[in-house]
């Protein structure tokens, strides 16, 4: 894919800035296995939408797949609508701790209109929550459940 911005690299699905594509490579290129991606995934529970990011070898026959440059990038059936949108980004935060971020804010925005927040059946279909209520706290772009 070409360059979006001085900063940023972006797939049909994904936007990864520059720092945090330059730190998967690095991650993915000291490993002693071939064909490895990185796979963007969400987790559901009552208190928000938690996205997840692993570097995988095992491909679903439902994945959806992206290229970012030479940075293979997969995604569940389930995940997908989620992370549609998503931006990763590695930052420094307070106390000279780093890491990789993952922030959307159109999940909160498909949470809502698909009623899959705060109880009913929608909830186990939209992202694999139990039945129940939701709590108050939605993340930032993280969506509800």
Do not use: W
């Given at each position: ?6 900063t ?74 989620y ?14 701790k ?11 925005e ?15 279909e ?20």
């Amino acid at each position: 894919m070409a360059l979006e911005t001085a900063t940023d690299l972006r797939t049909s699905i994904v936007t990864i800035s520059e720092e945090a594509y330059n730190k998967l490579m690095g991650v993915i290129t000291n490993q002693k296995h071939d064909n490895l991606f990185l796979r963007v995934y969400v987790q559901g529970g009552c208190g928000g939408v938690n996205f997840g990011m692993a570097i995988d070898m095992r491909q679903m026959p439902d994945d959806k797949e992206f290229q970012v440059n030479d940075l293979k990038v997969v995604v569940d059936r389930i995940s997908y609508p989620y992370v549609e949108g998503a931006i990763i980004n590695y930052e420094s935060v307070d106390g000279g701790k780093e890491g990789f971020r993952i922030t959307n804010p159109n999940a909160t925005e498909l949470m809502s209109q698909t009623g899959a927040c705060c109880g009913g059946s929608a909830q186990s279909e939209a992202s694999g929550c139990g039945a129940g209520a939701c709590g108050a706290g939605a993340s930032d772009g993280g969506g509800c459940c």
